[in-house]
């Protein structure tokens, strides 16, 4: 394996762990706009409704390196956007840094770059109504694998599964929270890529 692939497959896998996750109580249901009901099970059907389990890596294939990436990061750095695509950093416990593209003409993905331009993830995001709920697939960019999933039923309200279903974490707001409603983890938008 050459050291790009094991340097990506080493950032996703820390990527993947550090990934808050959180859960109130298991019959302890949110409710929402319109009346619906969530709880930790509801939400996990929801997540794994008619779910990709692979993505096609040709697509992939040509997002592996960002070739703007010293363009995308000093656009970051001076709080600007570009024209055709959206940019974010991102920063997980101090460990895995870097910065998000969504371009215009492939909106339903997020591209995930570590500070040095390489692929660490690509999220895929299906709505299933007018705003939400919606259901957000992380996927390994290397072998196109589901890695983890969430279903964000509010602004302040996600769920957090692994690949095989198993809650990961409820988050409200910024903290998250494991199955028995204990804080697990804190998570914060960043607005510049952190060195």
């Not at 592996?64 to 416990?93: P, T, V």
Request: with cysteine.
């Amino acid at each position: 394996m050459n050291s790009v692939k094991k340097i990506l497959l080493i950032t996703f896998a820390i990527f993947a762990i550090c990934i808050p996750a959180f859960s109130q109580e298991e019959n302890s249901p949110t409710l929402l706009r319109g009346s619906v009901l969530y709880n930790e099970e509801s939400a996990r059907k929801l997540a794994f409704e008619g779910l990709d389990l692979k993505l096609d890596k040709k697509m992939i294939k040509e997002y592996l390196e960002d070739e703007n990436n010293k363009e995308n990061r000093k656009a970051i750095k001076e709080g600007r956007q570009i024209e055709g695509r959206y940019l974010m950093s991102f920063a997980i416990h101090g460990l895995v840094k870097g910065y998000v593209v969504v371009y215009d003409d492939k909106p339903e993905y997020a591209f995930y770059y570590t500070t040095s331009g390489y692929l660490a993830a690509v999220d895929v995001n299906k709505s299933f109504g007018e705003k939400f709920p919606y259901r957000v697939g992380k996927y390994n960019p290397v072998t196109g694998n589901l890695v983890s999933i969430g279903v964000y039923i509010s602004d302040d309200e996600q769920y957090a599964y692994t690949k095989s279903g198993k809650l990961k974490a409820h988050w409200v707001g910024d903290t998250g929270y494991n199955a028995k409603g204990k804080p697990i983890a804190k998570r914060e938008v960043v607005t510049e890529i952190p060195e």
